[in-house]
Nanobody, 124 residues
Framework: VQLQAFGGGLVQAGGSLRLSCAAS????????AGWFRQAPGKEREFVAA????????YYSDSAKGRFTISRDNAKTMAYLQMNSLKLEDTAVYYC??????????????????WGQGTLVTVSS
């Protein structure tokens, strides 16, 4: 199973960026997908998640209203559209996937598969 996250880069505060996650070797349509991030010196934290069908989405408080998670099961892709980026959004962003119940979906320990991470740097 492989997850590959890409789309990170340098963006000014207030700008937008779309991250993508390509999945292979897994029945993508049957697993939940999530995005986590890890800033320097901090623990990896939940950002957003989407259930297998795409019908339910979940966000951290910091992401709510600014970020949108989506997926395309036919393409085995997940996306994170990030708008109104702030300096504090600077981090390495990881995509993850797994068979999770709703109560687990914000918990990184519940995810079976992880991508390698893509760096997002927000500048002033």
């Amino acid at each position: 199973v492989q997850l590959q996250a890409f789309g990170g880069g340098l963006v000014q505060a207030g700008g937008s960026l779309r991250l993508s996650c390509a999945a292979s070797g897994v029945t993508f349509r049957s697993v939940s997908a999530g995005w986590f991030r890890q800033a320097p010196g901090k623990e990896r934290e939940f950002v957003a998640a989407i259930k297998a069908s795409g019908g339910y989405t979940y966000y951290s408080d910091s992401a709510k209203g600014r970020f949108t998670i989506s997926r395309d099961n036919a393409k085995t892709m997940a996306y994170l559209q990030m708008n109104s980026l702030k300096l504090e959004d600077t981090a390495v962003y990881y995509c993850a996937a797994g068979n999770l119940i709703t109560s687990q979906i914000r918990n990184r320990d519940g995810y079976n598969y992880w991508g390698q991470g893509t760096l997002v740097t927000v500048s002033s």
